[in-house]
């Protein structure tokens, strides 16, 4: 495996690869790898020549009181999970290089991007979409490899890959999770054990959504909604941030669960937010 820090010296490798006939699958991160990142990358490795993973704690998406500074970057651990799982390369770039001084360059996905997290977290996709692009235009992929638990941020970069033609195909991988049903996050590591326990009432709160809404044809947003609420201030020092029912592929607004819907959460545990959602089809 090997371990690039240079944004040019990843873009000249990457073109190379690319002319010799390498289909490069790319898998963008922040690290703190776990297995939600890692079955990303195996997915990746089954269905690319090359494999990149990148490990960037993006400093354009985080809010100035958000966790930046705190965010775990346990570099060797990560380093031996890509090149256990047969990572071909690894980009890790300080952050001066990818944002030197004198940068001016952003780019904003209008109207999704203001809505559930960015809403909250003003800026955040902007960020997101930002740092996306780079990373398309220095690994050059035919395949880019994201979860479904950050639901919004697919459809964020799959609006932007779609508006600015880049040549290259979104795959969205499922939501892993612990058996307890809590989604594997980066995050998860700065709950107390209690907080970790009560946490998994989220998930249990989404999955008996989507129980009422299959079984018992409950269609009203706003009655699934309180339901969900109800569940999550059971957790204790929890604050929600929001509950929406939105529709699946464009996050419009969906008062009845009459078409493909997201039901999604961003809830705050403590000191540490945590978002998770759900498809019913
Ligand atoms: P992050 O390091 O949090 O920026 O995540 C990097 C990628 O891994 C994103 O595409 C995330 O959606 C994905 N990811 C994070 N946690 C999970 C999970 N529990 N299941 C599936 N994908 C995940």
């Known amino acids: 495996m090997k371990i690039i820090r240079s944004p040019q010296a990843l873009q000249r490798l990457a073109m190379e690869l690319s002319a010799a006939g390498k289909r490069i699958g790319l898998v963008p991160t922040m690290g703190a790898l776990h297995e939600g990142h890692l079955s990303l990358v195996r997915r990746c490795r089954r269905e690319c020549d090359c494999v990149i993973v990148s490990i960037f704690v993006n400093p354009a998406q985080f809010g100035p009181n958000e966790d930046y500074l705190r965010y775990p970057r346990p570099f060797s651990q990560d380093a031996a999970l890509c090149r256990g799982a047969g990572v071909d390369i690894l980009f890790v770039p300080p952050a001066e290089e990818m944002y030197p001084s004198g940068y001016l360059t952003y780019i904003t996905v209008d109207k999704i991007s203001d809505i559930m997290c960015g809403a909250f977290r003003p800026g955040h996709f902007r960020g997101v979409a930002t740092v996306v692009a780079k990373l398309f235009n220095l690994s050059r ?54 907080e970790r326990a ?84």
């Open 141 to 194: 992929p035919h395949r880019a490899y994201f979860g479904a638990k950050d639901y919004q941020q697919v459809r964020v970069i799959r609006r932007m890959t779609d508006d600015l033609h880049f040549p290259v195909r979104i795959v969205e991988c499922p939501i892993v999770r612990e058996r307890s049903g809590l989604a594997l996050s980066s995050r998860n590591a700065y709950l107390s054990a209690a």
């Open 198 to 281: 009560a946490s998994t009432l989220i998930s249990k709160s989404l999955q008996q959504s989507v129980d009422l809404v299959q079984c018992e044809k409950l269609k009203n947003s706003g009655k699934i909604i309180q339901k969900i609420q109800k569940e999550i201030r059971r957790i204790p020092g929890s604050r929600i941030d929001y509950i929406e029912v939105r529709d699946a592929g464009n996050l419009a607004p969906l008062k009845f669960i009459d078409r493909p819907a997201v039901i999604a959460v961003a809830v705050w545990v403590g000191r540490t937010r945590l978002i998770d959602n759900i498809v019913i089809r």
